[in-house]
């Protein structure tokens, strides 16, 4: 039986919302902030022609963080959404991410939401919490990443 996840990471940013949306709608400056990247840094990457908006997409091959493909299937201002794929011993588990921009504690600040949700099965279900933990600080590092490429 499959069981519903959801990981989630906040930060505020001292930068608009128009330049945080900028660099979150091009999938081809997500390694300029990906936590992944810096986990491994041999990961061996594929982007879309199309770089930027619905229809993008980048796909990832790692010994160390896995193999998987996102696709931007949504955006608007305030939420980007992206379908991810993670490839493992020929199976492949589906779900969403979610970057939500949204005013910040000052108005030159903004506050951004990364969410990944999704359904996971057998072994995973029972290794979540650790996961959880590990995708909760890969999040937060992103986010730190991010804030320092756009303050």
Do not use: C
């Not at 993008?56 to 379908?83: A, C, D, F, H, Q």
């Not at 588990?93 to 939500?100: A, E, L, P």
């Amino acid at each position: 039986m499959a069981s519903k996840y959801s990981v989630v990471a906040t930060r505020e940013i001292k930068a608009s919302a128009g330049k945080v949306h900028d660099v979150l709608v091009n999938m081809g400056r997500i390694e300029e902030w990906n936590p992944y990247v810096e986990m491994d840094p041999q990961i061996k990457s594929e982007f879309s022609d199309q770089k930027i908006g619905v229809g993008s997409s980048y796909r990832y091959t790692s010994s160390k963080v896995g193999n998987g493909y996102l696709e931007m299937t949504s955006v608007s201002p305030s939420v980007i959404v992206l379908r991810i794929e993670f490839h493992n011993k020929g199976k492949v588990d589906v779900g969403q991410t979610r970057y939500m921009i949204s005013p910040g504690s000052t108005s030159d600040s903004v506050t951004v939401t990364w969410e990944m949700t999704g359904e996971h099965k057998g072994l995973r279900k029972l290794m979540w919490p650790i996961m959880a933990s590990v995708l909760g600080k890969a999040f937060d590092r992103g986010l730190e990443k991010l804030a320092a490429l756009v303050e």
